[in-house]
């Protein structure tokens, strides 16, 4: 049974109350959690605000130590963190095996970091007085993160808040419970102090409700919907709670002509079925040039119908399933409507047997007003729109909600800073499906989010400036 994490110690819910934990390419029960609620959330705040009197008074160095140590132990335990992620998510075993590597790499980089949170002495206009500023961490931190990157989103917020200073009550997805207790388990194991981090399984409702309501939590970090972003914003509102966002997208990708298409297309493929499309930065809206486009969309076709589908621990897989069954059903019901209202569906195949499958699509003929451009699909569905002017292409793009990454592909310099400044956009991807890094600012406009995590921004969200201004001197 897969427990709960209170004060370094592994405890059931106090309600006794558990749930299975189903593979979502077997639809087979593969282990049993334990299901907490607001009582274990109130204990582990508890302990956490209990640790942070300790914590908080180590030097950056001691800190960075046990994070390092942690990072040492996810890299010479890969294979098997990397499996258990495989079992419960799905998705191919060298994407379970890079993002543990990634995983580490955070936890490493901001054990570094933490030692150059500088900061400041400022002139004054008094002689007898003088001022400066210091970075102090921010206290007891609520972490709710998905499941789509399970290893990945909790060490953006993990490895920051906990170099800052922080400590934390951490839930990650009930869908991935393994990988955020393998998590705990290489931080406990690197001499983490009993109560630094506590782990819950359970009730998101609840023990969101209760890092809102509990004045002890100062923050809380949150990876998931832009639906329950909206939410704990309204409840923050109310406590003065302070929030980190990451919430959905729907990435544009604008190719030009002058590109090299045959291999971009084949590209677009491959980046576009990352974890099935479940990636809130996933490519999701292709506006292909009309001088290019069909021979983007031919090449392209062929590449999706060549897709091994299948499980994640077959080496010559692919693509895996999605994570469960309402996600499958959704993704499907957007590929129906979009047939229906007219558009033609090039597809790949699917094991014939058990599994949250669906096949990788790619449709044409599509106005691009349509949901199926317009709503997060969060799945491995590609809508391809011609186009034919900059200004329009540009309109299209900016036309969503959403604000998180874009794409352009281009030779052309000028093309490049035109797309790039007139995209409302957190990141720009030019030339590169990767725009994001350990080591820079990964963070969204308009209803993507609020703050950015990596890079040294995300450190100074978990750290307060404090002025100290010395008088009568």
């Given at each position: 049974?897969?427990?709960?994490?209170?004060?370094?110690?592994?405890?059931?819910?106090?309600?006794?109350?558990?749930?299975?934990?189903?593979?979502?390419?077997?639809?087979?029960?593969?282990?049993?959690?334990?299901?907490?609620?607001?009582?274990?959330?109130?204990?582990?705040?508890?302990a956490a605000e209990a640790a942070f009197k300790g914590w908080?008074?180590?030097?950056?160095?001691?800190?960075?130590?046990?994070?390092?140590?942690?990072?040492?132990?996810?890299?010479?335990?890969?294979?098997?963190?990397?499996?258990?992620?495989?079992?419960?998510?799905?998705?191919?075993?060298?994407?379970?095996?890079?993002?543990?590597?990634?995983?580490?790499?955070?936890?490493?980089?901001?054990?570094?970091?933490?030692?150059?949170?500088?900061?400041?002495?400022?002139?004054?206009?008094?002689?007898?007085?003088?001022?400066?500023?210091?970075?102090?961490?921010?206290?007891?931190?609520?972490?709710?993160?998905?499941?789509?990157?399970?290893?990945?989103?909790?060490?953006?917020?993990?490895?920051?808040?906990?170099?800052?200073?922080?400590?934390?009550?951490?839930?990650?997805?009930?869908?991935?419970?393994?990988?955020?207790?393998?998590?705990v388990k290489a931080l406990a194991e690197a001499g983490l102090?009993?109560?630094?981090?506590?782990?819950?399984?359970?009730?998101?409702?609840?023990?969101?409700?209760?890092?809102?309501?509990?004045?002890?939590?100062?923050?809380?970090?949150?990876?998931?919907?832009?639906?329950?972003?909206?939410?704990?914003?309204?409840?923050?509102?109310?406590?003065?709670t302070k929030l980190s966002l990451e919430l959905g997208g729907?990435?544009?990708?604008?190719?030009?002509?002058?590109?090299?298409?045959?291999?971009?297309?084949?590209?677009?493929?491959?980046?576009?079925?990352?974890?099935?499309?479940?990636?809130?930065?996933?490519?999701?809206?292709?506006?292909?040039?009309?001088?290019?486009?069909?021979?983007?969309?031919?090449?392209?076709?062929?590449?999706?119908?060549?897709?091994?589908?299948?499980?994640?621990?077959?080496?010559?897989?692919?693509?895996?399933?999605?994570?469960?069954?309402?996600?499958?059903?959704?993704?499907?019901?957007?590929?129906?409507?979009?047939?229906?209202?007219?558009?033609?569906?090039?597809?790949?195949?699917?094991?014939?047997?058990?599994?949250?499958?669906?096949?990788?699509?790619?449709?044409?003929?599509?106005?691009?007003?349509?949901?199926?451009?317009?709503?997060?699909?969060?799945?491995?569905?590609?809508?391809?729109?011609?186009?034919?002017?900059?200004?329009?292409?540009?309109?299209?793009?900016?036309?969503?909600?959403?604000?998180?990454?874009?794409?352009?592909?281009?030779?052309?310099?000028?093309?490049?800073?035109?797309?790039?400044?007139?995209?409302?956009?957190?990141?720009?991807?030019?030339?590169?499906?990767?725009?994001?890094?350990?080591?820079?600012?990964?963070?969204?406009?308009?209803?993507?989010?609020?703050?950015?995590?990596?890079?040294?921004?995300?450190?100074?969200?978990?750290?307060?400036?404090?002025?100290?201004?010395?008088?009568?001197?």
């Open positions: 049974m897969i427990l709960n994490y209170i004060n370094g110690v592994y405890v059931t819910a106090q309600s006794g109350l558990t749930e299975p934990l189903i593979s979502p390419a077997t639809e087979e029960q593969i282990d049993t959690l334990t299901w907490g609620n607001t009582v274990d959330c109130i204990n582990a705040i508890e908080s008074k180590t030097n950056v160095y001691q800190r960075s130590a046990i994070i390092k140590k942690a990072a040492d132990i996810m890299r010479a335990n890969i294979d098997q963190y990397a499996h258990d992620t495989v079992l419960e998510s799905g998705k191919p075993m060298a994407e379970a095996r890079g993002e543990w590597a990634v995983a580490a790499n955070l936890f490493e980089w901001y054990a570094e970091e933490a030692k150059r949170a500088y900061g400041q002495t400022i002139p004054t206009a008094r002689n007898d007085k003088r001022s400066l500023t210091i970075w102090q961490a921010m206290g007891v931190v609520g972490v709710i993160t998905a499941w789509n990157f399970p290893a990945y989103n909790p060490a953006r917020a993990w490895a920051a808040a906990l170099a800052a200073g922080c400590t934390l009550v951490t839930k990650g997805s009930e869908f991935t419970p393994r990988t955020t207790n393998n998590l102090p009993a109560g630094v981090i506590n782990n819950l399984n359970g009730d998101a409702a609840a023990i969101g409700a209760e890092f809102l309501s509990n004045p002890i939590v100062k923050k809380i970090s949150f990876t998931g919907s832009t639906r329950v972003g909206k939410l704990l914003m309204d409840g923050a509102s109310q406590t003065n729907n990435a544009p990708v604008i190719i030009t002509p002058d590109v090299h298409i045959e291999a971009l297309a084949k590209s677009s493929v491959i980046a576009k079925l990352r974890n099935a499309g479940q990636v809130c930065i996933a490519p999701q809206r292709y506006f292909v040039h009309a001088a290019v486009y069909d021979q983007f969309v031919k090449i392209a076709s062929e590449t999706i119908r060549n897709i091994k589908v299948g499980f994640g621990w077959d080496a010559d897989s692919n693509m895996g399933p999605l994570i469960n069954q309402r996600q499958q059903q959704q993704v499907l019901q957007i590929i129906a409507d979009a047939k229906n209202a007219g558009a033609t569906a090039a597809e790949g195949t699917i094991p014939n047997n058990k599994g949250w499958f669906v096949p990788p699509t790619m449709l044409t003929d599509i106005d691009a007003q349509s949901a199926a451009v317009n709503k997060e699909i969060f799945g491995p569905v590609m809508p391809v729109i011609k186009w034919e002017s900059k200004n329009e292409v540009v309109e299209w793009a900016n036309s969503t909600p959403y604000g998180l990454s874009s794409y352009v592909w281009t030779n052309n310099i000028n093309d490049a800073f035109f797309f790039a400044e007139a995209l409302e956009f957190g990141m720009v991807g030019i030339n590169e499906w990767a725009p994001h890094g350990t080591e820079a600012p990964f963070g969204g406009w308009k209803q993507s989010g609020i703050g950015h995590e990596s890079g040294s921004e995300g450190l100074y969200e978990y750290m307060e400036k404090k002025l100290i201004s010395f008088g009568s001197l």
